[in-house]
């Protein structure tokens, strides 16, 4: 079962995508990003948060058995060990409320905290998923009314990690006020904010993981309502084409993101699908690129060795991971190819190459752009996935890119 056939067709035009974040890419918002960014714990999530989240695999399927199973493979595949720590249960866990208004987890998941005991004892963290709405975005019981009830059972379970999916809460914010759309935000912030503080009560760390599409320029008040990451779009599929539209309209996003509270362009389809080499290892480059937390989506028990080696590519993971936490951004952009850079904490430059282009038969030449990116005479340089060092390399030197694929470099003076 893939997410294909999943129930959210979330999809936006690029070019409206880009409008939405332009607009709203305002100096005045940045001031206020910034001072806000400071009020979150900067232990928490202190760099992207890595896990696997069964949504993109699973979608409504998912038992208890299949997160064991996730979790045994984490470890047995190296994945904990490279870093991916979470294991998340997306939607469709969740059961009726009891008589005093206590959540429970349905049949598929019949001992809640015998499950996070079970992961914990892997050296794994637990995640799970909630809606600010009456209903998930399946239809499952959300948290509306119960928010304090739900963050304590949580806690009292052992979960390390909440997702919070806007959903059915869009419904209620458009029924409170028809028209008024800055009332209807005001109300989601207020929303997010509640859960919160409701997890504060607990005096149990979860991440806080905002999930509302990025309406309302989400990266501007996230950190305010404490999220240490959140959803900058629409759904990610496991193609190419939606995974490189969700990937450009990241342009600009940078300046939100710091330690503790990250730009969250969705969960990896890295292995599912029909997603060839090369497009995996754009899709992985990107979000190394963009210090985006990484959470797989793929089939654990069936990694191929190819998955595995670009998912567990510690170089990659290294940039990702930087301790600096400075999201890169695009640096160059024509028809078929895009340049895209970030700085690194030991003073180096990640530089990606993507060939964009529509035709899938050529490999494309590139020159760099070196300049523009601090490196005017030249750098010493890398290949991140070829593992290679290249010596010293010139702004004319010109770097095929298959099509589709990406060329990651490390660059040092
Ligand atoms: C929304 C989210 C997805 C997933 C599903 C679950 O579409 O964006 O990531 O959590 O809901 O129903």
Redesign the pocket.
Known sequence: MNASD???P?IFPRSFLKMRLYARLTAGFLMTALSLAAQTSPKLASTPPMGWNS?NWF??KVTDKDIRAAADLMVSTGMRDAGYVYVNI???WEGKRDANGVIHSNEKFPDMKALADYVHSKGLKLGI?SSPGPL???KYEGSMGHEEQDAKTYAEWGIDFL?Y?L?SFRQVMREKYPNDHDAQDKMMREAYEKMHQAILKTGRPMVYSL?Q?GFDSVWQWGPEVGANMW?TT??IKENYDRMMVIALSQAGLDKFAGPGHWNDP??LEVGNGKLTHDENVTHMTMWAILASPLLAGNNLTKMTDDVKSILLNKEVIAIDQDKAGKQGNRVWAGEEMEIWSRHLADGSTALAIFNVGRDRNKMRGMTLHLKDVGFPNGAHARDVWAAKDLGRIKDTDVFEVPPHGAVLLKLTK
Do not use: S
Request: hydrophobic share 20%.
């Open positions: 999943g129930v959210h979330d949504w979608a409504g997306d939607d469709t998923y998930t975005c399946a997702k999916d959903c999930c599409y959803r629409g759904d969705d969960m």
